[in-house]
């Protein structure tokens, strides 16, 4: 009889606890994302001039490599990677503190790090190692002490605070979710989530205040919170939400929107794409993504809860926090529900960047799930 | 893990939950409960209409050759919107907007960085408008900035229309140009039904061009188009495409041969004028006369059977092209200015002058029928009676002679005698000292009423607008004791004269003191009597001709009143008239008999002119020369009327003028008005058309080498060995051209040996 408590698992055995569905999900999201990609940049095309596929090209090309990466996340481990956390964070700060002096900006915001030929934001591969360090730092113990929860602060606002002088707002509050989430995961008690969501509310008030944030980035915040304050900044919010609407329930067909083929919807490839998945495939098109895009996170979850190692867990909730905020952003940006901030649909927006973070982020899921037993093993 | 792990990973869940819940209810609200309504806004976003401007009518001269029509020019406009949106400091937008001039400088228009400037500031255009920079730009511009959108933002070329003369600077005052509709004319203009205005539209500002605006003016089309959030046209929606109505076509009565005839006769006689030197006036020995100055002078050709203006020409004139895309400041200010003689004064209807002699006929109409002739101390109209040259009021009883009280003693030009004047000689030498005897008689006979001259002249249409269909025209003014008193009421300063005195009345007779008229009622006086008395409301347009032909409306003699004239009176005047050019001691003799005074042998045996001439002494200035004819004499078709400021006798300047220009239109002699492209070909060919002329003839070694087939490709002239020279299209025959020249010269020659 073999030992069901104690089975071998050696190495070649953790293929067999590789969750399928885990990149089932992200490789049909991220498809879907190509795909709609492809109708947001392919322009009008005439018998003169074929539709544009330099936009398909390269993200169908960056979803492949991202495959690999998730796959080389996943096998190179979670665990493995712990004793390189703090090399990884600082290695982070530099290239933060890089992009800031020889950076290149982008509609205002310095984010931007070229490397010969190719171009990525270190702000989005940050936020892996921000999961990361916070997972390992609080991963130290249960029930974290005020000390461990300064600390914990310092570590998130150190990248937080590079960022802002970029400025990127959205990527900043993609950071705060993904504190926020694993505080709330790691057991940080009531009180001191009470006392960090004043501090929040301060510190954004603060921001606000000082020059810190371009004035169109105030001013698209001012647009949510004051309706129809500035016809400009509203045009964004107009546009969207008139494609959205004008997908109805089933959709104006691919390729068929008019709002994205006039290209109404500034930014529609990567910030707004959820408005040509809505407006080219309506409501059922709409609802089918994000419910993929939840069946994913359900997965996600449901990783974590069957981790058996805090690190683990705590990294399950960190991606988790990670892509619920962006999804949910994003979406609500483009629906009209939360202010416009620039965040990409993980997976599905143009942008190798964030493509490759995110499918970094779920292969360290994986790995999660593929050596949930290997503490068993170790005990 | 442990539970507590497990409970705040649920929580994380519910909140995932709820936030999904969130989305899929606004997605529900957005896409299915108020879908229709975004619809609608999504059809309706992606179109823009765009009006498209209907071409404006043309206009065209008696014989439907085309004087204004329209082309298409390149114009460089800069977006305020993209300009602002670049955010350029103060230096950084000055080096542009050098750069840019540069550019268009360099294209061959010429504009100067404070322009653009004051173009940009043009408060009539809103902020995401394209504002016009320059018009006429090269062609190449608008590859130079569309390359270069980075460093040049919100600068465009594009194509607009605009008003072409083919005849350059022809008829320019009567023509009138057209410019951008201002906030006042916006509000005070009703334009006619379905021609709405819109700022900045390009209305008539002047000449024809104002009067038949709603005629001219098309009913302007529509264009939809899909464009992008950039506003980059798309796709054209062709099933809503409405065509724009063009303007309809006014045909002028001009003749554009005459015009160009006369036109330039009159501005070759003004220079001529200007280098005669002063003479000696004959009334003050000793003293020199005010200069030739000649700063303008007009003359006006009508039909005297309809009243339809045959030529209008004010000198100086003006190039209309200069309003194209509007006047630069610095050229409204020299069109504008006083020192420059005012181009843009339009003297044939706004000019006011004294009439001197010519005013004679009426003075003679008033004495006639007034039964002056034979009453009192005046002899009857045929009786001889010798004019000693100088004239005693008779108020002034017995005086003497030699030193007269001041205001007694009225005198001919250069105080010259006359024997045997009756009425006909009276006009034929024109006697000053005959009309000076009727002017007094009528003012102190009480038998005759007091303004009987002013109201002969009147009745001709002098002192009254003609009701010609041309914008800002002047009355001029017939001096009575009333009107003279009513002045001086009104206005003391201005006018301080109040009373009225025998001195007045015969200075008036001879068309002096106050008496002032416009070249344009002058000749319609004239035309009134060469037709037996029929005063027409002269007309410049005939017809205004729809596109597809059909007429929309046809102006025909227009009368306005009808002059009472005595068969016994009219061929005494006639018979004067003609004796003006025909007889021998007529003061247009020489004019219309030999050609010292630059006049001509006139063929007054086919063609009987009746003339007046007219010398008005302006107080510190050499007199003006006046000319008023009609012809032929006994069923006249051309009334004229040259006048001419500062230019010394009627006799020596005017008449001439009118002689030379009668001659050829008498004659069908009147040379083809060039059109300004030939005209421009003609000049740029000259030089080519002489190196062939040269190389032909064989006295030199050099090759034709002037065959510049690169400026084939530019449209620049262009010879070939055959000696045809092509010039934008138009081909020069070098031939005609070098035969043309030498022939001036060869005139030159003769005349010189001739002395």
Not at chain 1, 131 to 142: C, E, S
Not at chain 1, 312 to 339: E, K, N, R
Not at chain 2, 197 to 206: A, M
Request: one cysteine or more; proline letters at 6%.
């Amino acid at each position: 009889m073999v030992d069901l408590r104690r089975p071998d698992y050696d190495r070649p055995r953790m293929l067999r606890h590789v969750d399928l569905a885990l990149p089932l999900l992200t490789v049909m999201v991220a498809l879907i994302g190509v795909v709609m990609v492809y109708s947001a940049t392919r322009g009008p095309a005439t018998e003169i001039r074929p539709a544009e596929t330099f936009h398909l090209v390269r993200q169908a090309r960056l979803a492949g490599l991202g495959v690999l990466a998730m796959v080389a996340a996943g096998w190179f481990g979670h665990r493995r990677l712990h004793r390189f956390v703090p090399l990884v964070y600082l290695g982070m700060l530099g290239l933060f503190g890089a992009v800031l002096l020889v950076g290149t900006e982008v509609k205002g915001a310095r984010a931007w790090l070229q490397f010969g030929g190719i171009q990525f934001q270190p702000s989005e591969f940050g936020k892996v190692v921000l999961i990361l360090a916070l997972a390992a730092w609080l991963a130290r113990g249960d029930e974290p002490s005020a000390p461990r929860v300064v600390v914990a602060v310092l570590l998130a606002a150190a990248p937080v605070g590079l960022i802002i002088l970029q400025p990127d707002l959205g990527t900043v509050l993609v950071y705060g979710a993904i504190a926020a989430g694993m505080a709330l995961v790691a057991g940080v008690k009531g009180r001191h989530l009470f006392i960090l969501g004043l501090l929040l509310v301060t510190g954004l008030v603060g921001v606000l205040q000082s020059d810190v944030l371009e004035e169109y980035q105030v001013r698209r915040l001012l647009v949510f919170v004051a309706d129809e304050s500035d016809t400009r900044a509203n045009y964004n919010l107009e546009q969207a939400q008139v494609a959205i609407g004008n997908g109805g329930l089933t959709g104006r067909g691919l390729f068929q929107g008019t709002q994205n083929n006039s290209a109404l919807v500034p930014e529609q490839q990567t910030d707004f794409i959820f408005t040509v998945v809505a407006e080219e495939t309506g409501f059922v098109g709409g609802a089918a993504l994000l419910g993929l895009v939840g069946l994913l996170l359900l997965r996600i979850w449901r990783i974590g809860q069957m981790a058996d190692d805090r690190f683990g867990l705590l990294i399950s909730a960190g991606v988790f926090s990670m892509l619920l905020f962006q999804v949910f952003q994003s979406v609500g940006m483009a629906t009209g529900i939360m202010p416009i901030t620039g965040i990409p649909f993980p997976l599905v927006s143009y942008g190798g960047s964030s493509l490759l973070t995110t499918f970094v982020s779920i292969g360290l899921v994986q790995s999660v799930h593929m050596r949930r037993h290997e503490h068993l093993a170790r005990a | 893990m442990n539970e507590a792990s497990r409970y705040r990973m649920r929580l994380l869940a519910i909140i995932g939950l709820s936030m999904f819940v969130v989305l899929g209810a606004r997605l529900w609200y957005l896409q299915v409960m108020t879908s229709e309504q975004a619809a609608v806004t999504a059809r309706s976003n992606i179109t823009r209409v765009i009006s498209v401007p209907a071409p404006r009518g043309r206009i065209l001269d008696v014989k439907g050759r085309t004087l204004v029509g329209n082309r298409l020019t390149t114009v460089l406009t800069m977006n305020r919107y993209e300009l602002s949106q670049a955010e350029l400091g103060g230096d950084e937008l000055l080096d542009m907007l050098t750069e840019i001039a540069i550019e268009i400088n360099r294209s061959g228009s010429l504009v100067k960085v404070v322009n653009v400037q004051r173009a940009l500031e043009d408060p009539s255009y809103g902020l995401y408008d394209d504002v016009p920079i320059a018009h006429d730009v090269g062609e190449d511009l608008l590859v130079f900035f569309g390359e270069r959108p980075e460093r040049f933002p919100g600068v465009r070329v594009a194509e607009a229309t605009v008003r072409s003369y083919l005849y350059g600077n022809l008829a320019t005052h009567l023509l009138g140009w057209v410019g951008s509709i201002n906030d006042r004319e916006l509000q005070s203009r009703r334009p006619p039904v379905g021609k709405e205005y819109r700022l900045r539209d390009q209305i008539g500002k002047s000449g024809v061009e104002l009067m038949f605006e709603d005629d001219l003016r098309g009913v302007a089309g529509r264009k939809v188009v899909e464009v992008d959030r950039l506003g980059e046209i798309q796709r054209e929606r062709d099933d809503l495409y409405l065509a724009p109505i063009p303007g309809a076509d006014l045909v002028l009565s001009i003749d554009v041969d005459v015009q160009f005839l006369v036109e330039t006769e009159l501005e070759r006689t003004i220079y001529r004028a200007r280098a005669a030197a002063p003479e000696a006036d004959p009334d003050r020995p000793g003293q020199v006369s005010p200069a030739f100055d000649a700063p303008g002078g007009a003359v006006v050709i009508l039909d005297p059977r309809n009243g339809d203006v045959v030529a209008m020409a004010s000198f100086p004139s003006y190039d209309l092209n200069m309003s194209i895309g509007g006047f630069a400041p610095e050229q409204w200010a020299v069109l504008n200015d006083p020192a420059n003689d005012l181009p843009m004064f339009n003297r044939a209807i706004q000019g006011e002058y004294a009439p001197g002699s010519t005013f004679k006929l009426f003075t003679a109409h008033a004495a006639w029928h007034e039964g002056v002739f034979g009453v009192g101390a005046i002899p009857r109209a045929d009786e001889l009676w010798d004019d000693p040259g100088a004239y005693i009021l008779r108020g002034c009883g017995d005086v003497d002679p030699r030193d007269p009280p001041p205001g007694c003693r009225y005198r001919n030009a250069g105080e010259k005698p006359y024997e045997d004047v009756d009425l006909i000689r009276s006009l034929t030498v024109s006697s000053d000292v005959y009309y000076y005897r009727i002017g007094e008689s009528i003012y102190i006979n009480p038998e005759h009423p007091d303004t009987a001259i002013q109201d002969a002249a009147r009745s001709y249409g002098l002192g009254l607008e003609t009701g010609i269909t041309l914008p800002f025209e002047q009355d001029g003014y017939l001096p009575t004791p009333a009107n003279r008193r009513q002045r001086n009421e009104e206005n003391p300063v201005a006018f301080p004269e109040w009373g009225w005195s025998t001195g007045d009345n015969v200075i008036t007779a001879i068309g002096q003191g106050e008496v002032l008229v416009t070249p344009l009622q002058l000749a319609n006086a004239f035309a009134t009597f060469a037709n037996g008395g029929v005063r027409h409301a002269p007309n410049v347009v005939t017809r205004v001709v729809a596109r597809d032909g059909t007429v929309v409306r046809q102006f025909g003699p227009r009368v306005l009143s009808e002059v009472e004239m005595d068969p016994g009176f009219r061929w005494r005047v006639l018979e004067g008239l003609s004796g003006v050019t025909a007889d021998e001691e007529g003061t247009a003799y020489k004019a219309f008999n030999s050609t010292v005074t630059g006049g001509i042998k006139f063929p007054l045996e086919r063609f009987q002119v009746g003339g007046k001439t007219g010398t008005a002494e302006v107080r510190g200035k050499a007199d003006t020369s006046l000319f008023a004819a009609f012809g032929p004499l006994r069923e006249p078709t051309h009334a004229v009327v040259a006048i001419l400021e500062e230019a010394g006798f009627g006799s020596r300047v005017a008449a001439p003028l009118v002689a030379r220009i009668l001659e050829q239109v008498f004659e069908g002699t009147v040379p083809e008005a060039p059109l300004a492209a030939v005209r421009y070909a003609r000049s740029a060919a000259l030089p080519l058309c002489l190196e062939w002329y040269e190389w032909r003839s064989g006295n030199t070694l050099d090759r034709l080498d002037a065959a510049d087939p690169s400026s084939a490709e530019t449209g620049g002239p262009e010879l070939d060995a055959s000696g045809t020279v092509r010039v934008r299209g138009i081909r020069v025959d070098c031939d005609d051209l070098v035969d043309e020249v030498l022939a001036v010269f060869e005139d030159r020659a003769e005349t010189g040996a001739g002395g």
